[in-house]
């Protein structure tokens, strides 16, 4: 349990070898995934084979002959692997603990882009992101970083739905998805747009986008006597600058812009379009959604009522506890407690 507690630490923090291509079907897109189990740990993968992509998810849990609800849960941002390999276990990078959800829900997770399922040790930096040289700590393989954007992430996520509602074990009417981070933008989305959802729910969620977060930072250095007045006003100048570069080149990939302009959108249009409930969590001591609560405003102006808001006081963008301004590490995160007030809202959400 420790072993777990310290690796599911380190993955929060952040974010096998390389499998071989393999020959794409034109034809692939009807055409249900093909399973494999995975070694050593109780996961069957995936592989969707479209014209332009292979698409990769994982079940966690081996029951395959009873039909349940899924949980589909869409994770944050980097190139983080599924699956990390340490030679004498297997570990599952999924944030909260599930044992206990499997034998109700089957529990699926999409890998991100050109992103293996499973990956070992040697190819993983400090933040557990998959690397192409493990010399350098941040070389992302160049296939990630051009399909990082927010439209492919919809059309991936899409297309697992698609093939999950081929499956001998789907449920109808029974996907509950949940996004976190990066992820609960990837969900806002495809809730939005696909009626095959029951329930959505965004954690750490930041309606206003991504960009405007460096702004907001900077104001908070303000507040908190960080930085002058004349450091603020310089800092936040220098962001409105590189933001105007960033949109002169939105699709120049290598440096992460494809990424950044389409993530940096305003969420609320989606949000109102979804007439499924929605579940919007977050922690109060997260800089990056500190605008969630204004969300009600405009759910009421337009005569919505599916929204639950519902903020943990004292939590942290990942439910730790803040101690001193900063994460308490030393204690467990609130993750599991998280996912079960969930769980528990999908029975009566209506």
Known sequence: MKIFVVILTLIILACNTI?????VDKNAKNKPSISRKIDGIDVFSYSIYTENDTIEYIKIGTDTLSSKPIILFLQGSLPVP????????????????YSEFIAYYHLIEISMPKTPIVAGQKNLNQEYCYIVDTVKENTFKQEYLKDNYLENYVNRTNQVISDLQKKEWFKNDSIH????????????????????????????FNAF?????????????LKTNKITGEEYKSNIDELYERWTEINQKPKDFENGNNSITTFSIDYIPYLLNINIPIFVGYGTEDIILENCDLLPISFIQ??????????????????????DGRPDFKNRNHWTDVIKEIIEWTKSAK
């Open 209 to 221: 986008g991504r960009y405007d977060e460096y702004v907001r930072r900077e104001r908070q250095k």
């Open 302 to 323: 337009h005569q919505k009522s599916n929204l639950t808001l519902k903020p943990y006081v004292g939590l942290d963008h990942n439910f730790f506890e803040v101690k």
């Open 19 to 23: 499998q071989p291509d393999r020959q």
């Open 82 to 97: 599924l699956i990390f390999d340490f030679v004498d276990f297997k570990h599952i990078n999924i944030p909260f603990e």
């Open 177 to 204: 998805l949940i996004g976190h981070s990066q992820g609960a933008k990837i969900a806002a989305v495809v809730a939005s747009e696909n009626s095959n959802i029951s329930t959505v729910s965004l954690l750490g």
